[in-house]
């Protein structure tokens, strides 16, 4: 198969994640009242997406048992190197394409990133709202209560930020952790207690497979305020630049260190030990 096919196919698996994220942020919003064809459609999208993966994995697994061409076509030897890491992995969000073979990786709709946090100080709302800048600036399509300028109402509005969101980060504090578990005053915090239940259902529906809601903190000892439904599963001090490359890495699904490729078995060389007697 010819590298266009092949990368059809990945055009086609991402097609497919699109989809399936699409259905599966439907199905936990619904939960039990879900429509069945949804239930139906997830499912056959995953066998669709397990077949395609297998058979790129069926081509790669033929490529290395091929026997190499007896003349070394120069051009094709430079493309190689040029190719040597790879076709990049497909985002989270599954908002990036491949463009022609031609040209150079391209960028569709940028990710939506939605950041849950809670109004503890005119400082701290100053800090999220940098942080949404910057996520801004580096290419999300961020969204916080601070930037919201439509008509909906508030339960609306942020029913449908979590449900539309590649990624989700939730700005641990002590008085988030509060909220969040529902033990402060009934009137106050009104928004994280909306949505703590709802990001509850999206983490319990898949099962607490957790690709999407990260917790982040400003503060080194906020990290104890971690929701026990977030702990065990990457978080992200942003306390510096370092911090943050940390956290664009995750959304871009960019990461530092790339796996190579398994390669053959070197020669190992054995020993006989002949018998004593």
Request: charged content about 30%.
């Given at each position: 198969?010819?590298?266009?096919?092949?990368?059809?196919i990945e055009e086609l698996i991402g097609a497919h994640r699109r989809r399936l994220h699409e259905l599966e942020k439907r199905?936990?919003?619904?939960?039990?009242?879900?429509?069945?064809?949804?239930?139906?459609?997830?499912?056959?999208?995953?066998?669709?997406?397990?077949?395609?993966?297998?058979?790129?994995?069926?081509?790669?697994?033929?490529?290395?048992?091929?026997?190499?061409?007896?003349?070394?076509?120069?051009?094709?030897?430079?493309?190689?190197?040029?190719?040597?890491?790879?076709?990049?992995?497909?985002?989270?969000?599954?908002?990036?394409?491949?463009?022609?073979?031609?040209?150079?990786?391209?960028?569709?709709?940028?990710?939506?990133?939605?950041?849950?946090?809670?109004?503890?100080?005119?400082?701290?709302?100053?800090?999220?709202?940098?942080?949404?800048?910057?996520?801004?600036?580096?290419?999300?399509?961020?969204?916080?209560?601070?930037?919201?300028?439509?008509?909906?109402?508030?339960?609306?509005?942020?029913?449908?930020?979590?449900?539309?969101?590649?990624?989700?980060?939730?700005?641990?504090?002590?008085t988030y952790h509060k909220r969040f578990r529902g033990i402060e005053l009934a009137e106050v915090g009104k928004g994280v207690?909306?949505?703590?239940?709802?990001?509850?259902?999206?983490?319990?529906?898949?099962?607490?497979?957790?690709?999407?809601?990260?917790?982040?903190?400003?503060?080194?000892?906020?990290?104890?305020?971690?929701?026990?439904?977030?702990?065990?599963?990457?978080?992200?001090?942003?306390?510096?630049?370092?911090?943050?490359?940390?956290?664009?890495?995750?959304?871009?699904?960019?990461?530092?260190?790339?796996?190579?490729?398994?390669?053959?078995?070197?020669?190992?060389?054995?020993?006989?030990?002949?018998?004593?007697?």
């Amino acid at each position: 198969m010819s590298d266009s096919s092949r990368k059809a196919i990945e055009e086609l698996i991402g097609a497919h994640r699109r989809r399936l994220h699409e259905l599966e942020k439907r199905r936990a919003f619904q939960g039990i009242s879900v429509d069945p064809a949804v239930v139906i459609e997830i499912e056959m999208i995953n066998n669709k997406i397990f077949e395609l993966t297998n058979r790129i994995a069926e081509i790669e697994s033929g490529r290395k048992n091929r026997k190499p061409p007896a003349a070394v076509d120069e051009n094709a030897n430079l493309q190689s190197k040029v190719n040597i890491r790879g076709t990049p992995a497909v985002p989270p969000s599954s908002r990036y394409k491949q463009a022609d073979e031609t040209s150079m990786e391209v960028k569709s709709d940028p990710p939506i990133v939605f950041i849950s946090f809670s109004h503890d100080s005119d400082e701290h709302r100053m800090k999220v709202a940098g942080l949404g800048a910057s996520l801004i600036t580096s290419g999300c399509d961020c969204r916080i209560d601070l930037f919201k300028n439509t008509d909906e109402d508030w339960p609306t509005w942020m029913s449908n930020q979590l449900l539309s969101a590649d990624v989700l980060l939730c700005v641990t504090t002590e008085t988030y952790h509060k909220r969040f578990r529902g033990i402060e005053l009934a009137e106050v915090g009104k928004g994280v207690g909306y949505e703590a239940p709802l990001i509850r259902n999206l983490m319990f529906d898949n099962k607490f497979r957790n690709i999407r809601i990260f917790p982040v903190f400003f503060n080194p000892s906020d990290k104890k305020f971690i929701p026990l439904e977030l702990k065990g599963f990457d978080f992200f001090e942003l306390t510096g630049r370092a911090g943050y490359e940390r956290l664009l890495r995750k959304i871009f699904d960019r990461p530092e260190f790339v796996k190579p490729e398994i390669g053959d078995l070197p020669e190992l060389p054995r020993t006989d030990v002949p018998p004593m007697f």
